[in-house]
């Protein structure tokens, strides 16, 4: 017992120096007014802070969390309302409360007597000027409870005789705060008893419904415990108030059943109510708790003590038999202590849990990023061997299904690139053998220094497919359009180049013609070819920042990051666009040339039908004949030329610098990049804010008072 109290006083010391240290006044004055000693579960701080954002309406909007009592008329939920607060409410036979009541227990131990506070918080749909002057009424200091309810009812103006017009209820709240050197840190809402019939000149359909739409908002609150006061003589499976808990809370994970007027109950089922109380408690319900109720008189005259009575009634047969922890108000109050110390506690580990693991050293910082990088990885691995499987993040984040989105751009960029790459559409009808009679060759062909080719009307297509992220304006170039192909004018445009480009050769086709048709034939390349490049840029930006977030569920580390790593990003997407850049330009300026067997075998065909028809082309007219040479020369080598960019493009600029290759941007965040990493680094990189090291201080705290309230009462 000595050690016990040593302990407790040398931690209550320890405590207090690091309070003082930390000149935290707030938390020093609270432990300096409830020690170590005489710890309460419900932080009453925490609850000071709760009570007034509900004074301010602000349960409307956020789930705040709260014990909801609910109960239909005449199920002796005014009776436990009575025990827990130990002051008489008002019955009236004709009808319940007409409003919701707020109590509020605090315990005060520089007070000496019980101190009882009555306020009005208006409603939400109450207009201004009335939610003014009800929120100006206070009641100070007030014993007589019966005589609050009284005057707030004419307040709000509620009904309070049949036909007199007013309304039977209203969503305006009273505040009830009862303060003492003996209460309980709890928080309690008493919503209206619930109905099934209405009462002529009384209730109304309208009331009904207005009633079942507060309680149920109440009872909806994920954060609330719910209260269910159902009357013991009765079959708790049939009562509304449990019928709708169990809709609306299945499991039974904040619902806790609280049966009252056992005395009522029939002789021959004491038994079995016994039976079920005792068996109620198991892993995915809260179970129930019994509680005897007094009269109103009693409880006004002062001359019974509930709790003395209670424990009387607890030694009578068949009650002796259940089990006291589910017995009495004591048992009541001591169960809602438990409940919200440990919905407070489950809370606390859960934001503990997402703060993740403790990063205040070196060597906690490196660890913390290498389980980054090596998340990041895991995931990079799975979106480009398409192991979507392993995960159900593939499924909800599409953009990081990463193979299948770049394979289906590669297809896309062949597509666009056989399509519109060129300038012309070349004539597929021509054939060599096929050639035309010289009677219908057009010997005035225009010149191309006098006249212009009347070419069809343009239309435009968007090289790019994807919005640019903001941060790669800087290096992803403008988007250019590309107008379609002009149909049946590629031999006039071959005769115009020619017949403006011809020299001295006699018989043959200069080997100077065939580059400058090439480079305005592929005049479309680079800006298909830039477009696919960007699309594919973004895709793999995207891809970073989605794996990144999933890897690192903090965002100021991953802000961090990235803008250490954002310069190398985007020197890697420049070395993509910049190798496009560089096959552009071999294959637009550079002389046209070839390993591939194809152009041969082509142009051996093409030669060998010249040959089966040499009296046709020697009648025929040798302009069209040498416009039919660059036309067939051209489509044969463009063919060729046009599979081997699109596969180095492909291959280059995209797979190796982008995606696979070992300078792609996923080399930026490998167990390297982390080792070699400075202490200052890691620091600025991975280090903890001041903001996050004083919330993982306070969890740990709370943790540490919750598990040691948790431990009192278990």
Request: aromatic share 8%.
């Amino acid at each position: 017992m000595w050690q016990a109290g040593a302990m407790l006083g040398a931690a209550r010391s320890s405590v207090t120096r690091a309070l003082e240290r930390s000149k935290d006044k707030v938390r020093y004055d609270y432990l300096q007014q409830y020690s170590l000693s005489t710890y309460q579960l419900a932080n009453p701080a925490l609850l000071e802070k709760i009570d007034k954002l509900f004074a301010y309406n602000i349960g409307e909007y956020i789930s705040l969390p709260q014990l909801v009592v609910v109960g239909e008329q005449s199920s002796g939920k005014s009776s436990v309302l009575e025990g827990l607060t130990k002051i008489a409410f008002p019955r009236d036979s004709r009808l319940c409360t007409q409003y919701i009541t707020q109590i509020l227990f605090r315990r005060n131990l520089q007070m000496t007597d019980r101190k009882i506070t009555a306020s009005i918080v208006p409603g939400p749909d109450t207009a201004p000027e009335r939610g003014r002057l009800l929120r100006d009424w206070h009641d100070l200091d007030t014993q007589s409870f019966t005589q609050i309810m009284a005057e707030v009812q004419q307040l709000i103006c509620l009904s309070l005789i049949a036909g007199d017009g007013l309304p039977a209820f209203s969503s305006d709240v009273l505040r009830l705060e009862i303060q003492g050197p003996d209460e309980e840190h709890l928080s309690v809402i008493d919503v209206p008893g619930t109905f099934e019939n209405t009462t002529p000149g009384v209730t109304t359909k309208e009331d009904k419904a207005m009633m079942d739409h507060l309680v149920l908002n109440y009872m909806n609150n994920p954060r609330s415990i719910i209260l269910a006061v159902i009357p013991a003589n009765m079959d708790v499976a049939t009562q509304k108030v449990d019928q709708t808990a169990r809709d609306i809370d299945p499991e039974g994970l904040r619902t806790l059943r609280v049966l009252t007027k056992p005395d009522h109950e029939d002789k021959g089922a004491e038994q079995t109510m016994v039976s079920l109380i005792n068996g109620s408690s198991s892993q995915s319900e809260l179970g129930l708790v019994l509680v005897q109720n007094l009269g109103r008189s009693k409880l006004q005259e002062g001359t019974v003590d509930q709790d003395k009575a209670e424990k009387a009634f607890s030694h009578s047969s068949p009650w002796s038999s259940v089990d006291p922890q589910k017995f009495g108000i004591q048992a009541l109050k001591t169960r809602l202590q438990e409940l919200l110390t440990s919905n407070k506690l489950k809370a606390a580990k859960n934001a503990m849990h997402s703060l993740s693991a403790e990063r205040e050293e070196p060597g906690q910082q490196r660890t913390y990023l290498l389980d980054i990088i090596t998340r990041f990885q895991q995931i990079t691995q799975n979106a480009l061997t398409t192991n979507y499987g392993i995960s159900d993040e593939f499924d909800k984040y599409p953009e990081i299904r990463l193979a299948t989105l770049v394979v289906t751009w590669d297809s896309k960029f062949g597509e666009d690139m056989a399509a519109y790459g060129h300038k012309h559409e070349f004539d597929s009808e021509k054939h060599p053998i096929n050639l035309p009679d010289k009677n219908e060759l057009a010997d005035n062909m225009p010149h191309p220094l006098t006249e212009e080719v009347d070419h069809e009307e343009k239309q435009t297509i968007q090289t790019r497919k994807l919005t640019t992220c903001p941060e790669l304006e800087e290096v992803i170039p403008e988007q250019l359009p590309v107008t379609y192909p002009v149909k049946g004018q590629i031999e006039p445009w071959i005769k115009s180049l020619y017949l403006s480009s011809r020299g001295f050769e006699i018989g043959t086709i200069s080997p100077t013609l065939l580059p400058p048709i090439m480079k305005t034939q592929s005049s479309s390349r680079p800006a298909i070819a830039h477009g696919y490049i960007a699309d594919v840029i973004t895709m793999v930006h995207k891809f970073i920042l989605r794996a990144l977030e999933l890897a690192c569920p903090e965002p100021k580390v991953r802000t961090r990051l990235l803008t250490v790593t954002m310069d190398d990003l985007l020197a890697k997407y420049s070395r993509a666009l910049g190798q496009v850049d560089f096959l552009l330009r071999i294959e637009r300026t550079g002389r046209p040339n070839t390993l591939n067997k194809r152009l041969a075998k082509n142009l051996h065909i093409w030669y060998a039908a010249i040959l089966a028809n040499w009296i046709l082309i020697y009648l025929g007219n040798y302009m069209d004949w040498i416009v039919l040479e660059l036309h067939n020369t051209l489509k044969a080598y463009y063919e060729v030329a046009l599979d081997r960019f699109v596969d180095t493009v492909y291959m280059q600029a995209a797979d190796f610098f982008l995606v696979m290759g070992e300078e792609s941007p996923k080399s930026l965040f490998l167990s390297s990049f982390v080792s070699g990493l400075t202490e200052g680094q890691l620091e600025r990189i991975a280090g903890e804010d001041v903001g996050l090291k004083r919330r993982r201080t306070q969890l740990k705290k709370e943790i540490q008072e919750l598990e040691m309230g948790r431990s009192i009462l278990i």
